[in-house]
T-cell receptor
Framework: GESVGLHLPTLSVQEGDNSIINCAYSNSASDYFIWYKQESGKGPQFIID?????DKRQGQRVTVLLNKTVKHLSLQIAATQPGDSAVYFC????????????FGTGTRLKVLA | DAMVIQNPRYQVTQFGKPVTLSCSQTLNHNVMYWYQQKSSQAPKLLFH???????NEADTPDNFQSRRPNTSFCFLDIRSPGLGDAAMYLC???????????????FGPGTRLTVL
């Protein structure tokens, strides 16, 4: 079946360092990808998205990279701060006409002081 | 500034006692979704409304129902909560359906449901 998965369930990063969170997807027809940040006890917060016609998209301190050849998505956070501590989910939106997001299992980012 | 609002943020109910969770949005989006999220898991879609059209996921138990009386509000009704229904319930909205090119989903803060 189609799935989106993350390589690392927990990532610990020193404050100030860069973080890279990875996501693998299996549906090569997917058109749209989103990264969400979910802090403890809160709903997922949109961080950044990317369409399949792009390889890279930058936001404020965050960059999403899409490698369609190997079906891999990554979220890079520059100068990681304590407030970045959260669970990060990737979501894949297929182009098959379905409305359904396919969420990855999530990676917990821990920022060490 | 809140765009997707959920009430209450925390709800405690007794086993078998019906409960209703509320979601409202100020975005005037066509689509509203309800998700169930258990600890350390990804959100699981229960159902969604496209305008007034209700779309149930095949694996959503009959115990879960929903109402959307107008564009802004959507309710999740759990008719007879069981212990296994304790979870975070997330409401989300999107301007249109995913796959239509307009579809980023914006989530509310969630309602944490405890079943005693």
């Amino acid at each position: 079946g189609e799935s989106v998965g993350l390589h690392l369930p927990t990532l610990s990063v020193q404050e100030g360092d860069n973080s890279i969170i990875n996501c693998a997807y299996s549906n090569s027809a997917s058109d749209y990808f989103i990264w969400y940040k979910q802090e403890s006890g809160k709903g997922p917060q949109f961080i950044i998205d990317i369409r399949s016609n792009m390889d890279k998209r930058q936001g404020q301190r965050v960059t999403v990279l899409l490698n369609k050849t190997v079906k891999h998505l990554s979220l890079q956070i520059a100068a990681t701060q304590p407030g970045d501590s959260a669970v990060y989910f990737c979501a894949e939106i297929p182009t098959s006409g379905t409305y359904k997001y396919i969420f990855g299992t999530g990676t917990r980012l821990k920022v060490l002081a | 500034d809140a765009m997707v609002i959920q009430n209450p943020r925390y709800q405690v109910t007794q086993f078998g006692k019906p409960v209703t969770l509320s979601c409202s949005q100020t975005l005037n989006h066509n689509v509203m979704y309800w998700y169930q999220q258990k600890s350390s898991q990804a959100p699981k879609l229960l159902f969604h409304y496209y305008d007034k059209d209700f779309n149930n996921e095949a694996d959503t138990p009959d115990n879960f129902q929903s109402r959307r009386p107008n564009t802004s509000f959507c309710f999740l009704d759990i008719r007879s909560p069981g212990l296994g229904d304790a979870a975070m319930y997330l409401c989300a909205t999107s301007r249109d359906l995913a796959g239509a090119g307009t579809d980023t989903q914006y989530f509310g803060p969630g309602t944490r449901l405890t079943v005693l």
